[in-house]
């Protein structure tokens, strides 16, 4: 191109969009960052972090019962919602701060403007200018979703004002069976809410290991959360002060905040991507090759966007790809197998690679280890729950191709069980490991195969 501004311009300052183009820099590109709201994006605005956070705070409720079992007596506790909000809202500034510090220590120039496509090479800021650039990468993220418009969605709240609501809700009614609404059940029900969870599906969280599903539904149940599947709202009616929810059963449910979680939609309107020549995909999100290239040869996108496996860590990593593959000189694709998951819900999981029933339509014979115990600490605190654990191996090679856990810690386990399954360890070696006592994640170097083997090919 005879003339250019920058050599990159990014859309969207959240992490794949942040990484992209401080990575960029490093490598001698002249960047531009235009963000609309504020530099984070969805993980550390309204996503990953403040979700996690408000997770910390819902489980000091079953630490402060759970003590009691230990010999300690614990006075009289309250919980104030204002504070907790104010204290995630600072440390979420802190951390928009240290992404903008980042980006300007590389030499990024970032624009709070919204930005849009006029064609292959040009982009329009909405306060009027425009910027000429070598490579556009569009790392706009995704939107919370409502489903089809009901009588009373103007009622409705998202994930995304659930961080800011002015009071505590002492009935909440979610939407939803996916990682955000079971999430945020734990949350608000942690904190003291009474909680009822609405799914149209036969169970929660579609895509996991059925055994998990099974097993967070019935912990879930335990700790007071009321979860109604096969059913979804119809309509929602402002009662004064309150809302009356009417489900397609033909149930009506109270509640004082009703939110839905019923998924997240790639953020691409009124973008210009059609007048760009920028095509998208049947998934809904802008279609890329395995470079994260898009239709145009000199426009690029990355993370939820393209709805591709919509998770920070996958971002992050797509966008360093990006620059390093433009950029850096080093082509690189970005594996999607194998990505390890975590649902910090109540009780937490964490996953990685194949489920039971993947395993059993793809390997010619698969072979099944599980454990579900009490855990130690519930031993003295007399909590009734109980931990899960699975692994799934191929039969024929004796490889680890999947690990299901489902307990306190869950998350942190599966990150370290994901480097084994990454790099193809198999059941022996798990075997050879020797045992850290006493913990829970013990469990996954000495359990024993459960008694039913599937063969596909003695099935078929």
């Not at 408000?54 to 079953?62: I, Q």
């Not at 004002?161 to 609404?181: D, K, S, T």
């Not at 905040?257 to 049947?282: H, Q, S, T, Y």
């Not at 600490?377 to 009734?384: H, P, V």
Request: aromatic share 6%; charged share 20%; proline share 3%.
């Amino acid at each position: 191109m005879a003339e250019r501004d920058v050599d990159l311009f990014v859309i969207g300052g959240g992490s794949g969009g942040v990484r992209a183009a401080r990575i960029a820099a490093e490598h001698g590109a002249s960047v531009t960052v235009a963000e609309e709201y504020r530099l984070g994006g969805t993980c550390v605005i309204r996503g990953c972090v403040p979700k996690k956070l408000l997770v910390y705070a819902s489980r000091f409720h079953a630490e402060f019962e759970d003590a009691a079992g230990y010999g300690w007596t614990v006075p009289h506790s309250s919980f104030d919602w204002t504070t907790l909000i104010a204290n995630k809202d600072r440390e979420i500034a802190r951390l928009e701060a240290a992404y903008g510090a980042t980006l300007a220590k590389a030499g990024v120039k970032v624009v709070k403007n919204r930005a849009t496509l006029i064609d292959a090479h040009t982009v329009e800021l909405a306060d009027g200018p425009r910027v000429r650039a070598g490579y556009v990468l569009v790392a706009t993220g995704a939107t919370p979703s409502y489903g089809d418009p009901i009588p009373g969605i103007e009622h409705v709240i998202s994930s995304n004002e659930a961080f800011h609501l002015p009071h505590f809700p002492r009935r909440v009614l979610i939407q939803g069976g996916g990682y955000i609404a079971v999430e945020f059940a734990g949350i608000f029900a942690g904190l003291g809410s009474h909680v009822t969870l609405i799914y149209r599906g036969e169970n929660i969280l579609r895509g996991f290991d059925d055994e998990v599903r099974h097993h967070v539904r019935m912990e879930m149940e335990a700790r007071g959360m009321r979860v109604l599947t096969g059913c979804k709202v119809a309509a929602v009616e402002n009662a004064g002060g309150h809302f009356l929810v009417r489900l397609s059963s033909g149930n009506h449910i109270p509640a004082d905040r009703v939110m839905f979680a019923v998924g997240r939609a790639p953020n691409i309107a009124k973008m210009g991507l059609k007048d760009a020549g920028v095509e998208i995909a049947k998934n809904g999100g802008i279609a890329v090759d395995e470079y994260s290239r898009t239709t145009v040869a000199n426009i690029y996108a990355v993370g939820d966007v393209t709805n591709r496996i919509n998770l920070t860590p996958v971002a992050i990593r797509e966008g360093h790809a990006f620059a390093d593959t433009v950029f850096g000189g080093k082509p690189t694709k970005v594996d999607h197998t194998n990505v390890p998951t975590a649902v910090f819900s109540d009780p937490e999981i964490g996953t990685v690679g194949l489920t039971e029933a993947q395993a059993r339509e793809r390997l010619a014979q698969t072979d099944i280890y599980k454990a579900m115990f009490k855990p130690l600490k519930a031993t003295l605190s007399g909590r009734d729950t109980t931990v899960l654990m699975k692994l799934v191996v191929d039969g024929l090679s004796d490889r680890v191709v999947g690990c299901h856990v489902v307990g306190e810690g869950a998350a942190e386990i599966a990150q370290v069980a994901a480097v084994a399954v990454k790099m193809g360890a198999k059941k022996a070696d798990f075997d050879a490991t020797m045992a850290l006592h006493p913990t829970a994640a013990e469990e996954l170097v000495t359990m024993r195969k459960r008694s039913a083997t599937y063969a596909r090919v003695a099935a078929e």
